[in-house]
């Protein structure tokens, strides 16, 4: 998941992550004794897709450079971050057709582009809505749900995949959501 992201952002230098399979999924804002950036995941047994999914969203966090303040965008970076888990699995399974980590899990490629196949077939936009008037709609509902809107959050996601499929070096762009603490409660607007 790291390999598919992390090349987008050349210039940055990423601490160590340790991740771990229980406790979340969450990154924690407390780093390791070492500095490392604790990511705590919520899987049983070896479900790749599922590890990989929660932990291509933990990532998507990191990548946004993640901070306890006060945001009412919130729901923007979550959206952004189910996306990076969309986009990653989806890499992924045309990763391991050919490249996967152990020789004996190409198999498990499919595993990876159905399981975000499924996340996009049940998040698509209304027919005949664009993305900027289901936001209009949704606005109010996604600050009052801060981030913990999953359902309209992955909406934006799939909304949004196919023009970070096209162009992926757009994701440079969202290290900088949370370059600096914000001292009031912004709009989306003058967040973005």
Known sequence: VAAEMVC??????FPVIEVSPRGGP??????????????KLDIEDTIWNQMAFQFAHE???ILCDYKSHENPSKWFEESICELASLFALRRLGETWKTQ???SNWKDYAPHMTDYAG???KESQLPEGSTLK???????EALVAGKGGDRTRQTIIAAALL???EKEPKQWRAVQYLNTSKLTKLYSFTDYM
């Open 8 to 13: 987008f952002f050349p210039d940055r230098t």
């Open 26 to 39: 969450i990154v924690l804002f407390d780093r390791g004794p070492n500095g490392e950036i604790r990511v």
């Open 59 to 61: 990532l998507g966090h």
């Open 100 to 102: 996967p980590p152990y």
């Open 118 to 120: 499924k996340r996009i």
């Open 133 to 139: 008037q289901w936001y209009k709609e949704n606005a």
């Open 162 to 164: 196919k023009h970070f």
